[in-house]
């Protein structure tokens, strides 16, 4: 095997761990899914150091890493939101975010065949929220210790965040779209150098 191809394998692993956190949240076994989320996030950390300290990088590991993040991502905030741990409101929010970002970007990839991904500053925090809040609220659900104002600070952080950076990648994609179609071609001329 190419060892080129490690952190997708690790990336893989991560993917895989997104149905027993989902499971055992549905089971109530908080404490449980708090741990194999963490080591899903550990596993991030370690494919993307990987990937960058010895330049184990392809094309495929580009797509797939940030697909197995949001897929965990989403998945445990569609069951904290279905159990009514957290507010169904965000959860929508955040879903409708992530579907206008991946649909433009489709466009553009479409329109361009050149699509490349940076998450903005405001992306990166909001990420950090979710999983912030999502470790919170397995926590918080496991121990039964009190967390009531804890987790309105994070639901707060999430929202503005989500509404942050989902404004910023719009306003990108547009930039980006409006120089890729360019300007007009210019009229024919005629031999007088007039417009025809």
Known sequence: MDKHHIPNLI??????????????????????????????????????????????????????????????????????GWLSLIPLWLVGLIILRDAIIVGWAAAYQALTQRLEVHPNLFSKINTVAQILLALAVMFFQGTG????????????LVFI???LSGTIYLIEWAKKTKEALGHEPPLPQNRCGEHQ
């Open 145 to 156: 210790i009190p967390w009531s104002g804890l987790e309105t600070i994070l639901v707060i």
């Open 161 to 163: 965040t989500t509404l």
């Open 11 to 80: 990336t893989g692993l991560r993917v895989l761990l997104t149905p027993p956190v989902v499971l055992l949240l549905i089971f109530d076994e908080y404490l449980l899914a708090l741990g194999i989320f963490f080591i899903a996030g550990l596993s991030d950390g370690v494919d993307g150091f990987l990937a960058k300290r010895y330049g184990w990088k392809t094309r495929l590991g580009s797509v797939l890493d940030p697909l197995a993040d949001k897929t965990l991502l989403l998945a445990t905030f569609i069951t904290l």
